[in-house]
């Protein structure tokens, strides 16, 4: 029964804020699980390659101006949160639902 923040921070993919008073700095995935984290990393390299609404979100975040491991960390808490809604709802995969 988790959102999705909460699944983000346990698996250790929530962006955390690196600031101290007027200092401003960049945000990073930490702490966490570390196995989870690992596992939904080699999952969402593979998902950015060959799933067309993973592909396509990854390719947005890129022509942006991302950089490529800050695109593959949101693909990942995309991929993520949309692996727990369909636990939660225990509905399979389905592309009309989830678009980029």
């Known amino acids: 029964r988790l959102n999705r ?23 990073r995935v930490q702490g966490g699980r570390f196995e989870i984290r690992r596992v939904l990393y080699m999952a969402t390299l593979t998902a950015a ?20 491991k800050v695109a593959l960390v949101a693909c990942m808490r995309k991929l993520l949160t949309t692996l727990n809604a369909m636990v939660r709802t225990g509905k399979p995969w389905d592309p009309s639902l989830h678009r980029a």
């Open 49 to 68: 390659r060959y799933n067309p609404v993973i592909r396509a979100f990854y390719e947005r975040l890129r022509d942006a101006g991302k950089l490529p």
């Open 5 to 27: 923040r909460e699944i983000a921070a346990l698996a250790g993919v929530a962006p955390v804020a690196n600031d101290s008073g007027n200092r401003k700095g960049r945000r």
